[in-house]
């Protein structure tokens, strides 16, 4: 039975499968969807540029030509829709361009709304996890609260979001702590239902298991019900960090403030810098791309420390 292992038997072997890496080839669709993009994108500038650029032409000179539409309408300086190389100029201006502690650096507006950010996702996660256990444990929670968490998220945040700065104005609260509730009232959600359903997910004869064990319901949700909802927390929280950053972008726009980058959005929407709205709006892609990226590293983490599974 140990021949197949002998040196000499390599014929007789079962053939080594090399695992394909799950990002092998993705290079390549990435970048021709990248390159469709930028195609349409400068299509796109031309033809809604190019009204004001041809009125400009004919002022200038009736002899113009399409190279000059074409031109001039990846040059405008507030553009409708500017062309990509205009934004990611802007981009290296207000990132590298500047000191971090200037109000016109992007960096300085990103670490504003990203504290908020932050800030909002700790309450969010503290909230959802609390009403995510109360939920599993108490039935009568389950009956009252559920709807209420599930209506909570019909209201449009841009309809509440001014009247939790009035009323959090009113009894003194200003600054992060208003931007930090409207993100948190975001966040929560995702991770209560992740958690309801993880908390649940244990099979009912493992918890038979555990009351044959006489097992207390503390050691039942540390050892059972705790680890079983990791595999359904980390999704949710990637969709809930996300959803914090625009909580905290939105909380920046009935604020009045002066950093972050929903007063960046604002500040460029008044002055019709559409240039300096998109590289607002690149930066925050970019920052929830970092968050999701932490979150995904900690889970992996975890996964790890867990000998490969969640």
């Known amino acids: 039975m140990t021949d197949a292992a002998a040196p000499g038997a390599g014929a007789l072997a079962a053939p080594v499968v090399r695992r394909k890496p799950a990002r092998e080839g993705a290079a390549l669709p990435i970048l021709t969807v990248l390159a469709a993009l930028l195609l349409v994108w400068y299509a796109a500038s031309v033809w809604l540029n190019a009204p004001q650029v041809r009125e400009r032409l004919e002022r200038a000179s009736p002899d113009w030509s399409v190279s000059d539409l074409v031109a001039g309408a990846w040059a405008m300086d507030r553009p409708v829709l500017p062309a990509p190389h205009q934004i990611a100029v802007e981009l290296y201006d207000s990132v590298v361009g500047r000191p971090v502690t200037s109000k016109r650096s992007l960096v300085f507006h990103a670490q504003v709304t990203l504290s908020a950010t932050l800030a909002g996702f700790a309450l969010g996660l503290a909230m959802g996890v609390a009403l995510a256990v109360g939920i599993v444990h108490v039935r009568v929670l389950d009956r009252s609260l559920m709807p209420w968490i599930i209506a909570s998220q019909t209201i449009p945040i841009l309809a509440i979001a001014p009247m939790i700065v009035v009323v959090l104005g009113n009894l003194g609260f200003t600054g992060l702590l208003p931007k930090a509730i409207i993100s948190a009232y975001l966040s929560f959600f995702p991770i209560a239902i992740g958690m309801v359903k993880g908390l649940r997910s244990p099979d009912p004869i493992q918890l038979d298991l555990m009351r044959t064990y006489s097992a207390t319901p503390a050691q039942t949700f540390g050892k059972l019900r705790w680890p079983s909802s990791m595999a ?46 998109w590289a607002a709006l690149f930066m925050s892609a970019f920052l929830a791309m970092l968050a999701v990226g932490a979150v995904d590293l900690a889970e992996r983490g975890l996964t790890r420390i867990r000998g490969g599974r969640l």
Do not use: D, H
Not at 243 to 265: C, D, H, M
């Open 232 to 277: 359904f927390l980390f999704p949710s929280l990637k969709v809930a960090i996300a959803l914090a950053l625009v909580g905290a972008i939105v909380a920046e726009l009935p604020t009045g403030a002066q950093a972050g980058l929903g007063a960046r959005l604002l500040a460029g929407s008044y002055y019709g810098q559409t240039i300096q709205i």
